[in-house]
């Protein structure tokens, strides 16, 4: 059984991206500038509507100041 679900990963994603950015104490209009992205991309991604491209998750990890892999704690079906 494939432990990976696309909806629950692209959710979970979202909200370690959003959880990560509110830590550094960031707005999201803050935040989307600083990865390069349109705010309204950044609030799609955060809220699990958006299957983002893997540059633009490098782009996310690279403004948070941590590695790829502290975005996708957690995002196995079963956790």
């Given at each position: 059984m494939n432990p990976y679900d696309g909806e629950i990963v692209i959710k979970r994603l979202g909200e370690?991206?959003?959880a990560l950015r509110k830590q550094q104490g960031l707005t999201q209009a803050q935040f989307a500038f600083e990865c390069g992205i349109?705010?309204?991309?950044?609030?799609?991604?955060?809220?699990?509507k958006d299957n983002t491209t893997?540059?633009?998750v490098l782009s996310i990890a690279n403004a948070l100041n941590v590695e790829i892999e502290k975005?996708?704690?957690n995002v196995?079906?079963?956790?």
């Open positions: 370690n991206i959003q349109p705010r309204s991309l950044l609030q799609r991604i955060e809220n699990g893997v540059k633009t975005l996708f704690e196995k079906e079963n956790n």
